[in-house]
């Protein structure tokens, strides 16, 4: 799912920037590929869905507060997307 795609599949549903948790489940049912988990801040990590064109704020999994949704662990994050949005095998970025 190109960047625009997914831009415009948030906006359908009622969303311009975030991403959150609900939202999330349901574009994880339509769209397997393309999940990944990568650092943010000291020693926690993130969950996304990568896009063509470049990886976008917009598309990082969000909290109820509009901060974005953080883990201690890479495997604390697989477990997330295994348990929450059935994603198996999300990518995992080391940079």
Do not use: C
């Not at 799912?1 to 920037?17: P, S, V």
């Not at 990590?45 to 890479?74: C, N, P, W």
């Amino acid at each position: 799912m190109a960047e625009d795609t997914i831009t415009e599949w948030l906006i359908r549903k009622g969303r311009k920037k975030e991403l959150n948790v609900e939202l999330a489940k349901q574009l994880a049912s339509e769209s397997r590929l393309g999940w990944y988990i990568a650092p943010h801040g000291h020693k926690r990590y993130i969950i996304g869905k990568v896009t063509l064109q470049k990886l976008s704020s917009r598309h990082i999994v969000m909290d109820d507060e509009g901060k974005a949704l953080t883990f201690e662990s890479i495997e604390d994050a697989k477990t997330f997307l295994r348990d929450e949005l059935k994603i198996l095998t999300p990518q995992v970025f080391n940079f």
